[in-house]
């Protein structure tokens, strides 16, 4: 059995929040005396995470997603509620307990401006207590794995930022740390970086068995990283799952396009029971609810004169933006 | 704490911010010039105020050239350690770099205290030593080995004692955000060092040495040189130097509990 390396129980965080009136009078007002009130960010979530895992957070802005991974990394203190990663309480922030984890934020970069990234390896590399050679293989290890290698050479300020993101994902991962906390890693990427990035990742997870939370508002890396997914809505949990179960709830038919022999054929599809969608000439959109696909493709097949037949899946994002607005979803 | 792991990141630490500062060779050029004028239009300064009568709060102009020596050194050390690394706590807690710091399996106070390093500062330290050691020769000093220990503590002791108001200030910005305008507050302060203690009134003699001890930073280690000082206020100077050192440190350590790190 494989065991829980991270295990959240009824979590909360609270944030003093200070609110101000527009114009003048309420600057005025706010300068002399501030009102603050106390803002629930995230209320009572429990989970726990397998080692090896890839899950993703899924959210809107400001839904609590960034709050759970820093509480989860020890940067923030939890209001209430406990959590354990690694055996550790996280905001204890033990040296054996930082030597497990890393924290990747595609918005925010560790690496020296001015130099080229392989001296805040180095330095990295130092404050792991990593010896010369050591730090030297693992770069080398890594920069192979994410295929850079003369970009380790020009300053930081100079690289493109998908040179950039590689390169801080070296920094991040050269104590190999068993569990990797990704906020939004691909932001800002271009198509190509970002697929690099996903490819990476994966292979990283295969090779280390490391555990990864990840972020992202890019669908592409939920889908492909992530097997389970927790959604978090107005700092609640309001779905933690396999994603495609949740795709199945919330996306439970599928278009489907068939391109008649001739019109006549379409007309007899159209008045033949299905759900029909649009028709234009003789072609026809159907939707199939997913549990009996196959039975109705093979009375399609079977009774009508098909010259061509699509199958569509709805847009991932369109389906996944519906988790952005709902709070609840029983699987 | 492993001191050889230290000693190694320190090693780096050093290496990193020099290569960071030599790719501006200009602006270790200005830094130099800045050092130079501003040392020459201090003791401008001075020399106008000792015009008259020769004496200030009992200190002769050759006497009170010690005390701009030992400024000049402190300050060759604000701008080579304490400028580059306290006011980017500033930066790193407003803009959320702190998260990078915090989760490194090093002291953070460590870190963010002596993670960079200005080599322009080093030039103002050498004209500083420099400006000592004429000083030392036209007060004709007897330097023996009490005298070199006294000294040594002295100035350890205000280093330590500027370098811990700094960090409250910077520290406060976890609670405040922005605190520039309170490191200005202290730089200006300092400036006053550059003038011996007696020359104040008797109230603002308290205010520089009670509320903020700015007397004991550069008077104490002249009056050292001067074989003036007498050893309650050297132990009054190292008493002052632990308490605000060991504060500045529970102050870091509590002040992390109310880091709630930028938003993203």
């Known amino acids: ?331 | 704490m492993n001191l050889r792991k230290y000693l190694k990141v320190y090693k780096k630490f050093l290496h990193t911010s020099l290569a960071s500062e030599l790719e501006y060779k200009t602006n270790i050029l200005v830094d130099l010039i800045t050092a130079i004028l501003s040392l020459v239009g201090s003791i401008f300064l001075l020399s106008i105020f000792f015009q008259n009568n020769g004496y200030i709060g009992g200190w002769k102009f050759e006497q009170a050239l010690i005390i701009q020596a030992i400024y000049t050194i402190l300050n060759g050390i604000t701008n080579t350690w304490f400028n580059p690394n306290l006011t980017e706590i500033v930066k790193h807690i407003r803009e959320g770099t702190l998260d990078f710091v915090l989760l490194k399996p090093i002291d953070s106070q460590f870190f963010i205290s002596l993670k960079k390093i200005n080599p322009s500062g080093f030039l103002e330290i050498m004209i500083g030593f420099l400006l000592l050691l004429f000083c030392i020769r036209i007060n004709q000093i007897n330097l023996n080995l009490s005298f070199l220990t006294l000294s040594l503590i002295t100035i350890s002791c205000s280093i330590c004692i500027l370098y811990s108001l700094w960090f409250f200030i910077s520290t406060s910005t976890i609670w405040f955000v922005k605190t520039w305008n309170a490191i200005e507050v202290l730089r200006s302060f300092l400036y006053i060092g550059r003038f011996p203690l007696n020359s104040f009134s008797f109230s603002l003699r308290i205010f520089f040495s009670v509320f903020i001890p700015i007397a004991f930073i550069t008077t104490i280690p002249s009056e050292v040189f001067l074989g003036l000082s007498v050893l309650w206020k050297i132990l009054l100077e190292f008493i002052v130097a632990t308490v605000f050192l060991i504060t500045s440190r529970k102050f870091w350590l509590f002040a992390l509990k109310f880091y709630s790190s930028a938003s993203s």
């Open chain 1, 1 to 331: 059995m494989v065991q829980n390396i991270i295990d959240v129980r009824n979590l909360s965080k609270s944030f003093d929040i200070s609110s101000k009136e527009p114009g003048l009078k309420g600057t005025i007002k706010h300068f002399f005396r501030r009102q603050t009130k106390s803002l629930k960010v995230i209320k009572d979530i429990s989970f726990e995470i397998k080692k090896g895992e890839i899950v993703g957070f899924l959210g809107a802005n400001g839904a609590g997603k960034t709050t759970i991974l820093k509480m989860l990394c020890g940067l923030i203190y939890p209001s209430e509620g406990s959590i354990l990663v690694s055996g550790y309480l996280p905001f204890r922030r033990k040296e054996n307990f930082l030597k497990n984890i890393t924290l990747i934020m595609g918005q925010k970069q560790q690496l020296i401006w001015d130099l080229p990234p392989i001296e805040s390896f180095y330095l990295n590399a130092s404050i792991y207590d990593l010896d010369k050679f050591e730090a030297k293989k693992r770069i080398k290890k890594l920069s192979d794995m994410l295929e850079i290698d003369e970009e380790l050479f020009i300053p930081v300020r100079k690289l493109s930022l998908g040179q950039r993101m590689k390169s801080e994902l070296l920094a991040a991962l050269i104590h190999e740390p068993n569990i990797l906390f990704l906020d939004e890693p691909t932001l800002g990427l271009d198509i190509n970086a970002q697929r690099n990035l996903r490819k990476f990742l994966q292979k990283y997870n295969q090779e280390t068995n490391a555990t990864i939370c990840l972020t992202s508002h890019y669908m592409k890396d939920i889908t492909s990283l992530c097997k389970r997914v927790i959604c978090v809505h107005e700092g609640a949990i309001s779905y933690d799952g396999k994603l495609d179960l949740l795709l199945k709830k919330l996306s439970p038919v599928k278009e489907i396009l068939i391109v008649c022999r001739s019109e006549e054929d379409a007309i007899k599809l159209e008045n033949s029971g299905f759900t029909v969608k649009n028709k234009i000439k003789n072609e026809i959109t159907i939707k199939i609810e997913n549990n009996s696909i196959t039975s109705s493709l093979k009375n399609i097949l079977n009774n009508f004169d098909i010259e061509d037949l699509f199958i569509n899946e709805p847009p991932i994002d369109e389906v996944i933006g519906k988790v952005l607005m709902k709070n609840d979803y029983d699987i």
